[in-house]
């Protein structure tokens, strides 16, 4: 329904004295307290300052401004310093040098300096575009530290430039929308400004994916009238029986949004007609005693029949922005799904406003700040500091900056247990590395295998809503690179990023080390600038590089100073000419290691160079394994083992797309094996399996599954190899465990 104050602001802009007392009457209306003269003056500095600018739309500049500050007071209600601070959010930012933050902080207070200078943004033309919006980012986030009203005021000014986006560029357009959609939207979710959340969702989709949002849009409304009579009929009986129980409540229906929709569509591959759980239900309720919510909930059950898995208790268990409610799908009398949410005032308001709901201040708090305590303050402080902190330089900082806000400012959560029932939250799609991360890092680190609900799982397992946890650790374990392939949360990747940087830290010295040494045993004294002519001609990035790659086998040291030797006798033309170059192909791939191809065609060595080939999963094969490659049409070779059975018939037949394989002579990586598994099953077996593993080489574990019945167990375990007698050395340590009867590779 169009309120006054909504035809009102079509004309903000128009007449300043109105637009002042239309923002006085709404301060009065909606705060505890109101300083109208200090309003009064932040009001006329900014229509001073900014009288020469104006919006896209041709309004004046102030509009944009007052707008803000309007939304401030009506829709998150903070206070009036918010407001003052609101009207000058954007005076700097735009009007330095002419006006400066130690003007505003001479004018308004140090409080109100602090917050426009939290939202402004870092202009710096010496630097890209992107990091300077990186460095704007890190400077808002660490500014709500210190005063939270910083990012609600952002909030606001990301809001009204939204609903009035249309007078822009469509480039401006969709690149403004996708910022809303990927970072402003999940952060007002993440601070529980639900209403804000779904408003900047569905315009940013707007003007994102105009001809699905005008889709659902018009089947909304094609459906108005129908749904209207449907929900009155709904809410009808619940009604009858909360009045009859004398219970103050009030009861609204709405469709919910019209992103939440569309992607209901999507995931369920259905019309907006198909779908029936399109409604939402909220009854609010006018008590602070939460167990009346469960009292109408168990009503509203005994009018319709719930769908068992759809209750969700956010009462017991909030959600991490505090979010509380009772949520229940029921089956309506003629068979349609509708979605009951039950909360008391005081949770309503929380989950509309989030953290602005906790705001407490007394009436001489006039220029103090205003901040949200407690440990998920710290969390957040500390989350923020290390995301920027290992955020590196360049592009790669942006798109890593980015990546670690979508990993932690999730809107879809699962609850999991530990093993003594305490209750952790993770985003969905978590594994049991994420969890064990989110329970400490030494755990996360040393995290071996995993029991969900008492079942061995694989670390790669995605964890559902109630699961319990329990994480099997060994000393000898260590992440590898495998991982960041299916773990989802910023503490788990950072912890394996640090945990991979320091090791190769370490390698990188022990390389040096090694080179120092044996050079200086040789006789050889070379100085720094020689060594980085050699390192680049060798085509190595650099002198760590290269460090690295002879610590862990990759380069050839005996090779690479036996050439710097040999060039460096008096009388050689590279010695008299004082030159340092190895760049011929056959030399940096002698001193790399480098063959060329995992495999070649047998008979064919040259001719194989550049041929496109993968290695089958059904068999896995590794470096010494008979092989033999099937030719397919369009995807080049898959690579067998001459003893699998998926191509033991067309062997038979002499299929002429069957190819006859070689290794190379050198190889590098690490292949997947799989071993298969049989046994007496007893206490403490998979501990001693997955040593048996990690003790030979630090060899890494992709996945243990062990399945036991009675006292017989099944297991299949799947390791990175590098050859065939790195697997062989496994089965030899697995021969070593009692109760083990039967070791194979295993075939799919």
């Not at 290695?615 to 092989?627: F, L, Q, R, S, T």
Request: contains cysteine.
């Amino acid at each position: 329904m169009k309120t006054q104050i909504d035809i009102r602001e079509k004309e903000l802009g128009k007449d300043p004295e109105a637009d002042l007392q239309l923002l006085l009457s709404e301060c009065k209306r909606m705060l505890s307290k109101v300083d109208e003269y200090l309003i009064t003056k932040a009001f006329r500095f900014c229509v001073e300052i900014h009288k020469n600018d104006t919006r896209a739309d041709g309004r004046p500049y102030y509009s944009h401004l007052l707008a803000t500050a309007l939304i401030v007071v009506r829709e998150i209600t903070l206070d009036d310093i918010s407001v003052a601070a609101a009207l000058l959010h954007d005076v700097v930012e735009d009007h330095e040098p002419r006006v400066s933050l130690a003007d505003i902080r001479k004018d308004f207070g140090d409080t109100i300096a602090e917050i426009v200078d939290g939202v402004t943004k870092i202009r710096d033309i010496s630097k890209s575009k992107e990091i300077t919006r990186a460095e704007s980012y890190r400077k808002l986030l660490l500014s709500l530290v210190n005063d939270v009203r910083v990012i609600l005021i952002k909030f606001a000014d990301r809001l009204h430039n939204m609903r009035t986006l249309d007078h822009l560029s469509p480039d401006s357009q969709k690149r403004i929308a996708r910022e809303t959609m990927e970072i402003y939207a999940p952060f007002a979710h993440r601070f529980g400004l639900g209403s804000i959340k779904w408003e900047m969702e569905d315009l940013a989709f707007k003007f994102l994916d105009r001809e699905h949002y005008d889709e659902v849009k018009s089947g909304l409304k094609s459906t108005r009238k129908e749904r209207e009579d449907f929900i009155n009929g709904f809410i009808s009986p619940i009604q009858e029986r909360l009045i009859a129980n004398h219970i103050k409540f009030e009861i609204s229906g709405r469709p919910k949004h019209i992103y939440s929709i569309y992607n209901k569509m999507r995931m369920q591959e259905k019309r907006i007609d198909e779908l029936y759980d399109l409604f939402a239900i909220r009854i609010i309720l006018d008590t602070d005693d939460k167990n009346e919510c469960f009292f109408v909930y168990g009503i509203v059950s005994e009018i319709y029949t719930p769908v068992p898995e759809r209750f969700k208790d956010y009462i017991s268990v909030p959600k991490k922005n505090n979010y509380q409610s009772l949520h229940t799908t029921v089956i309506s009398n003629d068979g349609k799904r509708v979605e009951v949410q039950i909360r008391t005032k005081s949770m309503h308001e929380i989950a509309e406003k989030g953290v602005a709901a906790h705001f407490n201040y007394k009436a001489e708090s006039l220029g103090k700040k205003i901040t949200f305590g407690g440990k998920d303050l710290e969390e957040w402080a500390n989350w923020m500091r290390d995301v920027f902190d290992n955020a590196g330089g360049g592009d790669e900082a942006v798109q890593q900056l980015l990546e670690s806000f979508r990993l932690n400012l999730y809107q879809q959560e699962i609850q999991v247990f530990t093993p003594k029932g305490e209750l952790r939250v993770l985003p969905m799609n978590s594994t049991p590395i994420d969890f064990a991360f989110d329970i400490h890092s030494a755990i996360g680190l040393h995290c071996i295998g995993a029991k969900v609900n008492g079942r061995i799982v694989s670390l790669d397992h995605k964890l559902q809503n109630g699961d319990q946890v329990e994480i099997i650790t060994s000393k000898n374990q260590s992440p590898n690179r495998d991982w960041e392939r299916f773990i989802v949360t910023h503490k788990a990747k950072q912890g394996i990023k640090k945990f991979l940087n320091e090791e190769k830290r370490k390698l990188t010295a022990e390389g040096k080390e090694l080179w120092e040494k044996k050079s200086k045993k040789m006789g050889l004294h070379i100085d720094e600038d020689q060594l980085e002519k050699i390192i680049l001609s060798l085509r190595f990035e650099h002198k760590s590089d290269f460090y690295h790659k002879l610590a862990i086998g990759e380069a050839n040291l005996d090779l690479t100073l036996a050439l710097i030797k040999e060039k460096a006798k008096p009388g050689s033309r590279e010695h008299d000419q004082q030159q340092t170059e190895y760049s011929s192909d056959e030399v940096y791939k002698a001193v790399r290691g480098d063959s060329g191809n995992g495999v070649f065609i047998i008979g064919s060595p040259e001719t194989s160079k550049g041929i496109l080939y993968d290695y089958a999963k059904c068999c896995n094969p590794v470096p010494g394994d008979h092989i033999i490659g099937l030719v397919s049409t369009g995807t080049g070779i898959r690579v067998h083992r001459k003893t699998c059975k998926n191509i033991a018939d067309l062997i038979e037949k002499r299929d002429g797309r069957i190819m006859s394989l070689q290794w190379a002579s050198v190889q590098q990586g690490e292949y997947l094996a799989a071993i298969s598994l049989e046994g007496e099953d007893r206490p403490g077996l998979l501990n001693e399996i997955t040593n048996a593993i990690v003790g030979y080489n630090n060899t890494n574990i992709r996945s243990v599954n062990i399945n036991a019945a009675g006292t017989h167990f099944k297991g299949l375990v799947t390791v990175f190899v590098k050859n065939t007698e790195h697997l062989h050395r496994i089965f030899d340590r697995f021969r070593k465990i009692k109760g083990i009867s039967s070791i194979e590779r295993f075939e799919g």
